[in-house]
Structure formats: C-alpha cells, structure tokens
Nanobody, 124 residues
Framework: EVPLQASGGGLVQPGGSLRLSCATS????????VGWFRQVPGKGREGVSC????????YYHDSVKGRFTISTDNTKNTVYLQMTSLKPEDTAVYYC?????????????????WGQGTLVTVSS
C-alpha cells in the first residue's frame, strides 16, 4: 500500500486561502474515489470532501460547502483541495486517501493509503 502524501498546508489568517495537493504513483485516480479528511487532536477523522470517479459525484461536509473545492488532474495523478474563506475551526491535519471499493460514503474507514498528512493552521 503506497501512502498518499498531502502537501500545501501552512499557517493562514482567517479568511485566507490554501490549496492542498496529493499525488500518487502506482495507480491512477480516474478509476477510484479520492477523498480529503481532517483530524484534530482528540477527535476522529472527518470526511471533508470526496470525489467518485465511478459516477462523478462529489461530497462536501456541511461545514465546508461553498468554501472548499475538490478537483483532480488525472494526467498528473493529483487531487487538490482548494480552500477559501478559511476559519479557525478548519485548523487540522489534512489527509488524502483513496477508496478502491464500490461507490459509497465519504467515510474514513472505507479509505486507505494514508500518508502523513499536512497541517493547516488558521489563526491571526
């Protein structure tokens, strides 16, 4: 299982933007579902956004709808998470992962190939 490495995190002020990237090798995203998840200490891993290449459906957590956008570049085997209007409550470690199974929920236990994640801190 090849870990997916998320990158692009950092410190940003409230209202700012960041774009996270996640690239992989060994398989192509265009055959599976990909997702972004986040976790803060003491809490479980939360599905932020997932995209299914099976049927083109996209999921966003209610707290990020209208602010975050997931996209893929299948020529680069890369998935992105564009984050705008960031809030302090978006502070977390963000992970990308892949679901090799059938179309289903954006739920962390369906996903695999977890990497180290990238820290996003939203603070003034």
């Amino acid at each position: 299982e090849v870990p997916l490495q998320a990158s692009g995190g950092g410190l940003v002020q409230p209202g700012g933007s960041l774009r996270l990237s996640c690239a992989t090798s060994g398989f192509t995203f265009d055959e599976y579902a990909v997702g972004w998840f986040r976790q803060v200490p003491g809490k479980g891993r939360e599905g932020v956004s997932c995209f299914s290449n099976y049927d083109g459906t996209t999921y966003y957590h209610d707290s990020v709808k209208g602010r975050f956008t997931i996209s893929t570049d299948n020529t680069k085997n890369t998935v992105y998470l564009q984050m705008t209007s960031l809030k302090p409550e978006d502070t977390a470690v963000y992970y990308c992962a892949v679901d090799f199974g059938p179309p289903r929920k954006c739920q962390w236990d369906y996903y695999g190939n977890w990497g180290q994640g990238t820290l996003v801190t939203v603070s003034s």
